[in-house]
């Protein structure tokens, strides 16, 4: 199933705008792979969409790909079961210039 | 093209907002926002309680209505101010030394309704004390010290400052 949702906020440019689209697919726990952009449900922040910085045993570490971003350890492990999907497109708002 | 039509459906459907944002900008913190906007809901007060001796004509029911409005808008951005400090800025480090900021806090929100519902000056004064209170153990947690003084402008209310050492 493809989840689309709208991006806000800074931590994931330049490759994400507020206000892009993204289109995240149902993806299988197994195939999650470091690099890989996804959904999140987090505890604290609620749904965000980060990167995947580490995938361990049933558990993940994210990151922003921007520095200004929530350090990784702010963010926490999280288990698999928190993935929501993997980002496959990200339509991008026309910027002026 | 495609985002026209994303953003189109966007507002027919709705779609869930995914953030990629956490606490940015960081670490920029300030309860001055907070306290000026408590001193406002005073002068506010201040201004409608003049008006009670105003002819009860058209103008004075327009100037009313605006001030309601802005005392309304002034205690809403008291709450948001102190609720994201509270709730971003204060870790367990500051919350280990400052127990009482939950209840503290939490008083805060209920004498801005309270400071919003009426026009009563009272509920704004002890309204500004809270923050004022606020404001003193946020600059203890950074190590600044504060002081206690009118604010240069009406209401002319007292305020806390922070005591910062000017650049050599």
Aim: aromatic content about 6%; overall charge neutral; hydrophobic content about 45%.
């Amino acid at each position: 199933m493809i989840r689309i949702v709208r991006v806000s906020g800074l931590s994931m440019s330049p490759g994400m705008m507020p206000g892009d689209f993204a289109a995240a697919l149902n993806w299988p726990a197994s195939l999650y792979r470091p690099g890989q952009r996804v959904l999140v449900q987090h505890p604290a922040f609620g749904l965000i969409i980060k990167r995947l910085d580490a995938v361990e045993e049933g558990v993940v570490w994210l990151s922003g790909d921007s520095p200004l971003s929530s350090t990784r350890e702010a963010m926490g492990c999280q288990p698999l079961s928190a993935l929501r999907g993997r980002v496959i497109a990200v339509v991008r708002r026309r910027r002026p210039g | 093209m495609l985002h026209n039509l994303l953003a189109k459906m966007d507002t027919l459907v709705g779609f869930e907002e995914a953030s990629a944002h956490c606490d940015i900008p960081c670490k920029i913190y300030d309860p001055a926002t907070a306290q000026i906007a408590a001193l406002t809901v005073i002068r506010l007060v201040d201004l409608l309680e003049e008006l009670k001796s105003a002819p009860a004509d058209v103008n004075t029911m327009a100037k009313v209505s605006r001030l309601a409005k802005e005392k309304e808008a002034h205690g809403l951005i008291v709450k948001e101010e102190i609720r994201v400090i509270w709730g971003d800025y204060f870790k367990q480090p500051q919350i280990e030394k400052f127990p009482q900021i939950h209840e503290l806090t939490h008083n805060i929100m209920l004498a801005a309704s309270k400071a919003k519902q009426e026009i009563n000056r009272d509920d704004a004064v002890k309204l500004l004390e809270l923050v004022n209170q606020f404001a003193e153990i946020f600059w203890e947690t950074k190590g600044v010290a504060t002081f206690r003084a009118k604010c240069p402008y009406l209401p002319e209310e007292i305020t806390v400052y922070p005591q910062l050492t000017p650049e050599a």
